[in-house]
């Protein structure tokens, strides 16, 4: 039992992990498990790369913090760097996920006020997950997440996911929309892979109407769907794209990069967070992205990721009970036509750490830097755990 002196936000935790390397975690018992979760997407890299380590521990001995009153080299840095791999025009860093979307739904705001609008609009998703403050779990597509925290903030609009039409359609009734605001691969939600056309229409959609194209990459970005960003599989260019979880490789920080007119709507005093991009961060996402690049990681990502989907589909292929087998890259979904967060602990007794999603989507996140023989033993227990599972309801 976890300590009252914890709020219970986030319900039982029955696994203390006090150890990682590599592609493994150990449990407080010395358990051995193959991590297909990655700390929600967030370890790449894979635990403790000693490229990551190495660069925390160099400037855990020089500098830790100064805030953005003043110059920081290492943001310097990386936003150069950031701008340079997405091809946006620049950076605002945060220290979370959620901050990230909340300075590109502000951006959105921005743009609505030079425009005059009293409420300007926000297009976001049904299933959609964008993060629990207030503005962000507003945009989120799920009652759950919203219930009780009202009143909400007002502005936004929801359509269904993969549906270029009914947004369309909400294009005729309000004339003060600014925003499509979407995740180029839902997470949270599913694991629901759009339509390959879809970005590409939401672009031509947002040019033709001067929205905003901002995407939610949080989950997608740095490597995990075997390109850098989701969006360079479409070979499109938002005007806001926001990332976080893979970018520190553990370590909290989160992006909001713009493009165009969206990378000119701060001025100074606009817009601010004590921790974004300070110094030991900055660090860390730097000796991330160097990885992903020597070690060749968002192509190994990419064919590591067709040649799981492909061998999840062949082993569940006779299966009933699974519904679909789908992904991009490293973010991989089972559906399954029944609830079975179960799964997650019988996982366990296979040393294995899995996560189940929306309730019936077996959802996998490994990292980077998972071998050929590990990708196939992933494979093979998660396959034998599901035909299993089914039959014993059966
Ligand atoms: C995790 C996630 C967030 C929220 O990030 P936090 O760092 O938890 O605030 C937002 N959007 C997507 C797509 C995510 O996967």
Redesign the pocket.
């Known amino acids: 039992m976890a300590t009252p002196a914890l709020m219970q936000n986030y319900g039982e935790r029955t696994l203390t992990l006090v150890r990682g390397e590599g592609n493994y975690v150990w449990d407080d018992s010395g358990h051995r498990y193959l991590d297909a979760i990655a700390g929600?997407?967030v370890c790449g890299l894979g635990h403790c790369h000693p490229a990551v380590t190495a660069a925390l521990q160099d400037q855990a001995h020089t500098l830790l913090h100064v805030s953005n009153l003043y110059n920081i080299p290492a943001q310097e840095q990386l936003a150069d760097k950031l701008v340079a791999v997405s091809g946006m025009d620049n950076v605002f860093f945060s220290?979370?996920?959620?901050?990230?979307?909340e300075a590109a739904i502000k951006l959105a705001r921005r743009l609505g006020s030079e425009r005059g609008l009293a409420c300007p609009r926000i297009v976001v998703m049904e299933q959609?997950?964008?993060?629990?403050?207030l503005a962000?779990l507003t945009a989120?597509g799920n009652e759950k997440v919203q219930q009780g925290f009202g009143p909400l903030p007002e502005g936004f609009l929801r359509v269904p996911f993969n549906d270029v039409e009914a947004i369309e359609a909400l294009a005729a009734e309000h004339d003060d929309i600014v925003a499509v605001l979407v995740?180029p691969v839902?997470?949270?939600g599913g694991v629901r892979v759009p339509d390959s056309d879809y970005l590409r229409r939401l672009r031509e959609l947002c040019n033709r109407h001067n929205w905003l194209l901002m995407l939610?990459?949080?989950?997608?970005g740095n490597g995990r769907t075997g390109e850098l960003f989701a969006y360079q599989h479409a070979g499109i260019l938002p005007d806001v794209v926001?990332t976080?979880?893979g970018l520190g490789n553990g370590v909290?920080i989160?992006a909001c990069l713009a493009s165009g007119v969206a990378a000119q709507l701060f001025g100074a005093g606009s817009h601010g967070s004590t921790f974004g991009g300070n110094p030991l961060a900055c660090r860390a996402a730097l000796a991330v992205l160097e990885t992903l690049e020597s070690e060749r990681l968002v192509e190994r990502a990419a064919a590591l990721g067709d040649s799981l989907l492909q061998q999840l589909r062949v082993q569940l292929g006779g299966c009933d009970a699974v519904r679909q087998v789908r992904g991009l890259g490293l973010m991989v979904g089972i559906e399954l036509d029944r609830p079975c967060a179960e799964l997650v602990q019988q996982a366990r007794a296979s040393d294995l750490l899995i996560n189940v999603t929306a309730g019936n989507v077996v959802r996998l996140l490994p990292p980077l830097t998972l071998s050929d023989s590990e990708c196939r033993q992933l494979a093979d227990t998660v396959s034998t755990l599901i035909l299993q599972f089914v039959r014993r309801a059966a």
């Not at 220290?95 to 979307?101: K, M, T, V």
């Not at 939610?216 to 997608?220: H, L, R, Y």
């Open positions: 929600i997407a220290n979370s996920g959620a901050e990230a979307n959609a997950f964008h993060g629990r403050t962000t989120t995740e839902q997470g949270e939610d990459e949080i989950q997608t926001t976080a979880k909290p989160g």
